[in-house]
């Protein structure tokens, strides 16, 4: 259960598609800063379609409201379901919630995101994966155990499609991020080496 005072765990509507694509964008120019190859608004068009997709799936949870209620910056993660996840912040525990009110709560703005699926690429493994593929808050509203509320969240919804293990990617160059997850049991799994290759090499 989140905190009643605190911001709601809830699932999105089609409305609000175009402002979890717009805090997708700031977050991922946020993270052309620690080495994403991702762009920002060159990928609004995809980003868009991939948030309508999840919102209709049921893929996506959003943090709304709480104290201190207002439009603001974003937090740090990454990812359109395919790359980097990176960071978030704060501590805690949260949950989505289908009590009566939800309504007046769920027209509040929007102060986080988090996404995620259980994954789907046609090889046969030992276990069954939950993928966290962005996991987003504003700013202004880190120190509200809001980042916490959401993975937890998502984490449960994973646990209820089937998954017995969750995985999630964050830039190596994010420590912030690779703390966050660390302390939330997050062990390292596999490491991506990268060279770059000059021109006539």
């Known amino acids: 259960m989140s905190?009643?005072?605190?911001?709601?765990i809830v699932a999105p509507t089609i409305d609000d598609v175009e402002t979890i694509t717009d805090r997708w964008v700031e977050l991922a120019r946020d993270q052309r800063r620690h080495g994403s190859t991702l762009l920002a608004s060159e990928n609004r068009s995809?980003?868009?379609?991939?948030?309508?997709?999840?919102?209709?799936t049921g893929e996506l949870l959003v943090a709304?409201?709480?104290?201190?209620?207002?439009?603001?910056?974003?937090?740090?993660?990454?990812g359109t379901g395919d790359e980097e996840t990176d960071g978030t912040g704060d501590e805690g525990d949260g949950g989505k919630?289908?009590?009566?009110?939800?309504?007046?709560?769920?027209?509040?703005?929007?102060?986080?995101?988090?996404?995620?699926?259980?994954?789907?690429?046609?090889?046969?493994?030992d276990r069954t994966r939950g993928v966290v593929s962005n996991?987003?808050?504003?700013?202004?509203?880190?120190?509200?155990?809001?980042?916490?509320?959401?993975?937890?969240a998502a984490e449960r919804e994973l646990v209820e499609a089937g998954?017995?293990?969750?995985?999630?990617?964050?830039?190596?160059d994010n420590e912030r991020a690779r703390s966050?997850?660390?302390?939330?049991?997050?062990?390292?799994?596999?490491?991506?080496?990268?060279?770059?290759?000059?021109?006539?090499e």
């Open 180 to 200: 966050f997850y660390a302390d939330r049991g997050y062990d390292l799994h596999r490491v991506e080496l990268r060279k770059e290759i000059a021109d006539g």
């Open 97 to 125: 919630d289908d009590e009566e009110g939800d309504e007046a709560v769920d027209s509040g703005p929007i102060v986080g995101f988090v996404a995620f699926s259980i994954e789907r690429e046609g090889y046969e493994r």
């Open 3 to 8: 905190n009643p005072e605190g911001p709601r």
């Open 64 to 78: 709304r409201g709480g104290e201190g209620d207002g439009e603001g910056g974003d937090e740090e993660t990454d």
């Open 135 to 152: 996991l987003f808050v504003s700013p202004s509203r880190r120190s509200e155990e809001i980042g916490s509320a959401l993975l937890a």
């Open 163 to 172: 998954a017995d293990a969750v995985a999630l990617e964050a830039l190596a």
């Open 46 to 56: 995809a980003v868009r379609e991939w948030v309508a997709r999840s919102v209709v």
